[in-house]
């Protein structure tokens, strides 16, 4: 049920980030703004091979995820044994990582509804934006998406949700400092990069 979960909440993620560029405004308005347009095109291009899916992640959604952030805070304490070149690979090929793991997402997207909760939760510089979701089946689950607001450009950027109390940037912070320890960042770089990262059991 997470792994099902989490699936239908990524692809939900990225239309949330998206919505980043569309206007200046609260977190909530622009979230609100992108499920209103992406939604629909989301369903219409729901038979678009990997390929496309791709290309959609890479050009009109990742700009808009914070994904430095969410890639030294996956590193963790690691972080303070490598040097910048290695970081600067590490956050590479954790895009990577992450745009095939949404794209394949983005697939199974299946016109689930939801309803935004207009009472976003912390300050200028963080937000923590609510949503409920309804599978076709009647289920509801909770999803909070976690934004930090550039204060230079004053941009939006999506960093983490949390899918029914359940952090996805914890549980691959927990998964990636595993495997770093164990292989060294330079050998987690290269699965990343070859797509032969081992299967989570988490």
């Known amino acids: 049920m997470i792994r099902k979960l989490m699936s239908i909440m ?22 609100h703004s992108v499920s209103d347009s992406l939604f629909p095109r989301l369903a219409a291009e729901s038979n678009a091979d990997s390929a496309k899916l791709k290309a959609i992640v890479r050009t009109e959604l990742m700009p808009y995820v914070d ?3 969410a890639a030294y805070k996956v590193m963790g304490a690691n972080i303070r044994s490598t040097d910048e070149n290695q970081r600067k690979r590490f956050v590479s090929a954790f895009e990577t ?12 997207y299946d016109n ?6 207009p009472k976003t939760q912390g300050d200028a510089k963080s ?3 609510n949503v409920t979701v309804r599978t076709k089946d009647g289920e509801d689950f909770q999803v909070a998406f976690k934004l ?5 450009t004053q941009e939006w950027k ?5 899918a029914e ?10 998964e990636f400092n595993e495997l770093i320890g164990k292989h060294g960042i330079d050998r987690v770089c290269e699965m990343l990069e070859q797509h032969s990262l081992p299967a989570s059991g988490k």
Request: charged share 15%.
């Open 10 to 31: 990524t692809g939900i993620l990225l239309l949330a980030a998206a919505g980043t560029a569309l206007a200046a405004g609260s977190a909530y308005d622009l979230i």
């Open 67 to 69: 994904i430095k952030y």
């Open 97 to 108: 990582y992450i745009v095939d793991t949404y794209s394949s997402a983005l697939g199974k």
């Open 112 to 117: 689930q509804g939801i309803t935004i909760d």
């Open 127 to 129: 937000t923590v934006v």
């Open 148 to 152: 930090r607001q550039n204060q230079k």
């Open 158 to 162: 999506v960093y983490d949700m949390v």
């Open 165 to 174: 109390g359940i952090s996805l940037l914890s549980s691959k912070q927990a």
